[in-house]
């Protein structure tokens, strides 16, 4: 072992240009490889599960939504690569106009494709569905943080002033779209969820022997889905929920034909002690995120678009006012 180091050794030293010449090359090289080797915080993991999420209009229906949804799942699922997926509207934030899916992909040997190439073909059938943009990333492992999020990064905005939210999160948004290097740009700001009034006289209330409370309780009875019972078989146990019929839950002339209970057992209807009116702009917000006591939009962004071998981040824009 020592003889042939120092044999190796003295070839080096009679030859000093060239090893200074093959010193330079690895440096050129190196640099080289640098700049062409995919970069991020983390690698892009194909764990053969891709996670969708799919954010409607503001003011879509329930029943609208469940729609879109089945078009978009009948869609991916079509996808050669795709083996099971699962959706549901509505999830964590419990808002009528989001939507999730779970996706499972067949083993790498049978698709041909990465996870990242699967998700870029099915963003352009996706772009088809009108009113219902779908994100969709690769699952991965090892994640930081323990806020769920459609993307890979995400960047917050806070404020004490929910207004200057409201006004700079477009302005960040438009921004971030006229980037070439980023695509999937979109917001979750929810300020624009349609809303109404309900203003009932105190005094005529009062007279007819309803209170805040009943008339909050007839109102929550109605439209809030309370659970009022729970019923027991042999294999399983089924929730008993309290509501108005589905046909009105779609307009709020519903609320005038409420009928509220008084305390002598007379049916009094809400119209006669309360009256509807919409806010000032017409517009309310469907959820507020809350980080560390003040409201925070969010931006995320997720490495998802392969061109050439390399991959460009894709961004995902999480506005919460």
Not at 93 to 106: A, D, E, Q, Y
Not at 113 to 135: E, N
Not at 157 to 170: C, G, R, Y
Request: aromatic letters at 8%; a positive charge.
């Amino acid at each position: 072992m020592r003889g042939g180091y120092a044999h190796s050794l003295g070839w080096v030293l009679r030859h000093p240009r060239g090893m200074l010449a093959l010193t330079l090359a690895t440096m050129a090289f190196s640099v080289y490889l640098y700049t062409i080797v995919p970069k991020g915080f983390f690698p892009q993991q194909d764990t053969g599960r891709m996670f969708g999420n799919i954010q409607a209009a503001q003011d879509i229906s329930f029943q609208a939504m469940r729609q879109k949804l089945t078009e978009i799942v009948d869609i991916v699922k079509s996808d050669p690569a795709v083996d099971t997926v699962t959706g549901f509207s509505g999830g964590g934030s419990g808002n009528s106009n989001t939507g999730r899916m779970f996706i499972g992909l067949k083993p790498l040997h049978e698709r041909q494709l990465s996870v990242d190439q699967v998700i870029a073909r099915l963003r352009p059938k996706l772009a088809q569905v009108p009113g219902a943009p779908t994100v969709l990333q690769a699952i991965q492992d090892l994640r930081i943080g323990g806020r769920a999020s459609s993307a890979q990064y995400q960047y917050t905005l806070q404020s004490v002033d929910l207004a200057e939210l409201n006004t700079w999160a477009p302005k960040v948004e438009r921004q971030l779209r006229t980037l070439k290097e980023i695509a999937d740009v979109n917001s979750d700001q929810q300020d624009k969820g349609q809303q109404s009034l309900v203003i009932f006289d105190r005094l005529t209330a009062s007279r007819l022997g309803l209170s805040p409370q009943l008339i909050d309780d007839t109102l929550y009875d109605a439209f809030g889905q309370r659970q009022v019972s729970i019923l027991y078989t042999p294999l399983n146990q089924y929730h008993v929920v309290m509501e108005v019929a589905p046909q009105y839950w779609q307009n709020p002339s519903t609320l005038q034909e409420i009928y509220v209970r008084s305390r002598s057992g007379m049916q009094v209807p809400l119209s006669a002690v309360a009256r509807l009116r919409s806010p000032s702009k017409g517009m309310g917000s469907p959820q507020v995120t809350i980080t560390s006591r003040l409201p925070s939009p969010r931006n995320r962004a997720r490495c998802g678009r392969i061109s050439s071998g390399r991959c460009t981040r894709v961004w995902k824009l999480t506005l919460m006012a």
